[in-house]
């Protein structure tokens, strides 16, 4: 809650100029930053001892892995639904967004498609690796890579061929061409003249979002096979 006001009247009611747009596309950005690293990082010692005790659970015939798992999603992502809404609401008006209220509900579904893949992601991490600390390393460098093959720098002309297609498995690419997409997309001006330049535009706002959807699927029904792997 503290973050969300900070953000939220760091960029109090923008306008329409250069330094408003740049605003925006801060906001924009940390929320897509914000929306992968909370769910990601946070949750996976959670998620390594829920592991831990259906592992001895199952041993003594106590629980199955169906169960268990659907379970600790619905509570968890529950509640990322409430932080994620939460957060929408209170960035998305006091910053002063597109409006009308529709662009605010594809931000919000936006950011929770994208916390969907992040739980997935953390979760997958934690069932194919024992050691807790490994778990930790291994997402904070994902969590690194996805950063930094995002935003403006996935179409940067300077990134090397080879390492280009990076930004294609990263959420917060994804996320956040929706969210500037949504934002800036069909209104003209600076916004929408900056997405074109940074090749922002070539993916719009459902396409991005069906792959968020689509990631976070995959990534659920592997995590769903490798915890009931692991924990055998």
């Given at each position: 809650?503290?973050?969300?006001?900070?953000?939220?009247?760091?960029a109090f009611q923008l306008e329409n100029d250069t330094f408003s747009v740049r605003a925006r596309f801060n906001v924009l950005f940390y929320s897509a930053v914000l929306f992968q690293f909370f769910p990601f990082i946070l949750f996976l010692s959670v998620c390594y001892r829920d592991k831990w005790v259906l592992r001895r659970e199952r041993r003594d015939s106590l629980a199955r892995v169906s169960p268990?798992?659907?379970?600790?999603?619905?509570?968890?992502?529950?509640?990322?639904?409430?932080?994620?809404t939460l957060f929408s609401c209170i960035v998305y008006f006091i910053v002063g967004l597109r409006l009308p209220f529709n662009y605010a509900l594809v931000f919000w579904l936006t950011l929770l498609a994208e916390a969907w893949?992040?739980?997935?992601?953390?979760?997958?991490?934690?069932?194919?690796?024992?050691?807790?600390?490994?778990?930790?390393?291994?997402?904070?460098?994902?969590?690194?890579?996805?950063?930094?093959?995002?935003?403006?720098?996935?179409?940067?002309?300077?990134?090397?061929?080879?390492?280009?297609?990076?930004?294609?498995?990263?959420p917060i690419f994804y996320s956040f061409n929706a969210l500037v997409n949504n934002e800036f997309r069909g209104v003209g001006g600076k916004g929408e003249e900056f997405i074109k330049e940074s090749g922002l535009d070539n993916f719009g706002v459902w396409p991005s979002i069906g792959t968020l959807l689509g990631f976070g699927l995959c990534y659920m029904i592997i995590g769903y096979f490798a915890l009931s792997y692991s924990t055998r």
């Open positions: 809650l503290t973050l969300t006001l900070m953000i939220a009247f760091s268990a798992y659907l379970s600790g999603w619905l509570l968890i992502y529950g509640f990322r639904f409430l932080i994620v893949v992040a739980m997935g992601m953390g979760y997958l991490i934690v069932t194919l690796v024992e050691n807790v600390v490994i778990a930790e390393t291994l997402a904070s460098l994902i969590l690194l890579v996805c950063i930094w093959y995002s935003g403006d720098f996935a179409y940067n002309p300077e990134c090397t061929w080879i390492l280009r297609w990076i930004a294609y498995l990263s």
